[in-house]
């Protein structure tokens, strides 16, 4: 819950910083948990272990740089995740065998700092309604315009047919590509390999 509310939050603060305080009026510059959790989303994760927050609304009309601040706002959320990541591995790698760190914290420093960067990892992919398709897509359209089509189009049902798929069978296409980037980054910030 804490790592989808402050994801939203640095979309938010990113978004203000840009010169857009549409987030901010509407009460979402908050770590708040109550401002960014959305019923359905947060029923999801305690039933089936995915979920979502409420997306921080953007006007992109008050950026004083719509494409790239667009792309910073984006970019945001993945960053403040990885950095909730970075600082608890940093506890995890220093204060691990010091006697300091009970069972019960060091599991729970392991799975804070482990779905903090799959939580950044998973928004980085470019489909909609990720942070990487916002971030990515200004890119792609340059390149492969066609591709990017394709991938606006047709992505979010692909997204969600891997998620339903992984759920059903037990076997997840999207962990299969995600899990060398989480493996990596527990690796650099804990010193611990998964």
């Given at each position: 819950m804490f790592a989808l509310?402050f994801?939203?939050?640095?979309?938010?603060?990113?978004?203000?910083?840009?010169g857009?305080?549409?987030?901010?009026r509407?009460?979402r510059l908050?770590l708040?948990?109550m401002?960014?959790l959305?019923?359905?989303?947060?029923l999801?994760?305690?039933?089936?272990?995915?979920?979502?927050a409420k997306p921080?609304p953007?006007?992109?009309?008050?950026?004083?740089?719509?494409r790239?601040?667009m792309?910073k706002?984006?970019?945001?959320?993945p960053v403040?995740?990885?950095l909730?990541?970075m600082?608890?591995?940093?506890v995890?790698?220093?204060?691990n065998g010091?006697?300091?760190?009970t069972d019960?914290?060091f599991?729970?420093?392991?799975?804070?700092?482990?779905i903090?960067?799959?939580?950044?990892?998973?928004?980085l992919?470019?489909?909609?309604?990720?942070d990487?398709?916002?971030i990515?897509s200004?890119?792609l359209?340059k390149?492969?315009p066609?591709?990017a089509?394709?991938?606006?189009t047709?992505?979010?049902?692909v997204?969600f047919?891997?998620i339903?798929f992984?759920?059903f069978t037990?076997?997840?296409?999207?962990?299969?590509?995600?899990e060398?980037?989480?493996?990596f980054?527990m690796l650099?910030?804990?010193?611990?390999?998964?």
């Amino acid at each position: 819950m804490f790592a989808l509310s402050f994801h939203e939050f640095a979309h938010a603060w990113m978004a203000e910083k840009c010169g857009d305080s549409t987030a901010a009026r509407m009460g979402r510059l908050t770590l708040n948990p109550m401002a960014h959790l959305d019923m359905m989303g947060s029923l999801m994760i305690l039933f089936v272990g995915f979920g979502w927050a409420k997306p921080v609304p953007v006007d992109g009309r008050n950026l004083r740089n719509p494409r790239t601040d667009m792309m910073k706002v984006a970019a945001a959320g993945p960053v403040s995740n990885l950095l909730l990541a970075m600082v608890a591995g940093m506890v995890l790698r220093f204060m691990n065998g010091t006697g300091l760190l009970t069972d019960s914290i060091f599991i729970f420093l392991i799975y804070f700092t482990r779905i903090n960067i799959a939580l950044a990892v998973f928004n980085l992919i470019p489909v909609a309604p990720l942070d990487g398709s916002q971030i990515f897509s200004g890119y792609l359209m340059k390149t492969n315009p066609q591709l990017a089509w394709k991938i606006q189009t047709y992505g979010p049902q692909v997204l969600f047919g891997l998620i339903l798929f992984g759920y059903f069978t037990g076997f997840s296409i999207l962990w299969l590509v995600m899990e060398p980037f989480v493996s990596f980054f527990m690796l650099l910030f804990a010193g611990i390999s998964m």
